[in-house]
């Protein structure tokens, strides 16, 4: 039989072990906690704050980020006791705004993720082609493109004769010469006879192009000039097409190509909220009286 002293002693030995394991292993997981998150920082109306919740930008700037973070995350905490606590809020209305958020933030993740599944990405040269003619006349230009060349390079430049000679011819070998002189000297250009590219800002700025100009320019192969401010501006054009002129098909291929995509999302989803409806109404979910 154990005397009364002995047992009283296993228990204080047992609960003892007990709280030293208890006790590492909540070391433990407050290590593993700050291994993940990082060091403790803060605690707010209960909720710990660790250091991965900050993001600082420098070592220089941390403390203050930090400080400020904090101090924005207590004030919000403190506004949204008190208004809980004020009765001045009407919880039920807060409800049902929550819910209908909810459901608005899964019907649309829904929607996305069906049109996924559902949609052809697939879209032929004729499709794009019949939308352009059937559309284009209302796809405006926002701003002047052109095919063809345009240089910048100082006004004290040398071998200007030379490089408009270049420019005005189309063999492969000066155009090689025309792109070397560029990387070289200019400092800015666009070498693109074939491609439709957007006009630079700073030159429809300094350069006043009209209808006629640019004409004769392309008819008769001829070239653009004008310096400011010791600049020489150089311009070829192949083609042109002002401001708020239908765009070329060319230029608005891929914005024709996601219209059609739009097209076709908008259609599936109009063709499920219509199925859903109809079978709704046809099971009494849904009685309109």
């Not at 007990?18 to 707010?44: P, Q, Y």
């Not at 350069?207 to 401010?229: G, M, T």
């Amino acid at each position: 039989m154990h005397k009364p002293g002995s047992v009283r002693a296993r228990l204080i030995l047992f609960f003892a072990f007990i709280a030293f394991f208890t006790s590492c292993d909540f070391k433990k997981r407050t290590v593993e906690t700050e291994n993940v998150k990082g060091k403790k920082i803060a605690t707010i109306y209960d909720r710990a704050i660790y250091a991965s919740e900050i993001t600082s930008a420098s070592r220089k700037d941390s403390a203050l980020i930090a400080n400020n973070y904090l101090e924005d995350l207590a004030t919000k905490e403190a506004l949204f006791l008190k208004a809980q606590e004020s009765g001045l809020v009407d919880e039920e209305i807060i409800e049902m705004q929550t819910e209908r958020f909810r459901k608005s933030l899964v019907s649309a993740h829904f929607e996305s993720e069906y049109v996924k599944q559902k949609l052809d990405t697939n879209i032929k040269e004729e499709e794009l082609k019949q939308y352009f003619h059937e559309n284009g006349s209302k796809m405006i230009l926002h701003s002047t493109i052109f095919k063809g060349y345009y240089i910048v390079l100082p006004a004290n430049s040398n071998k200007v004769s030379r490089l408009k000679e270049l420019l005005l011819s189309e063999k492969p070998t000066d155009v090689r010469e025309l792109k070397n002189y560029c990387v070289r000297y200019a400092n800015a250009y666009s070498i693109e006879s074939q491609n439709w590219t957007e006009m630079p800002v700073q030159i429809g700025r300094l350069y006043a192009f009209n209808h006629e100009e640019v004409l004769r320019s392309i008819k008769y192969k001829q070239l653009l000039s004008f310096e400011k401010d010791d600049n020489l501006y150089l311009i070829r054009l192949f083609d042109f097409k002002f401001a708020n002129q239908p765009s070329p098909y060319l230029y608005i291929k891929d914005e024709v190509g996601q219209l059609l995509l739009n097209e076709r999302k908008a259609k599936i989803l109009a063709e499920l909220k219509s199925q859903l409806l109809s079978e709704a109404k046809a099971t009494k979910k849904i009685e309109i009286y």
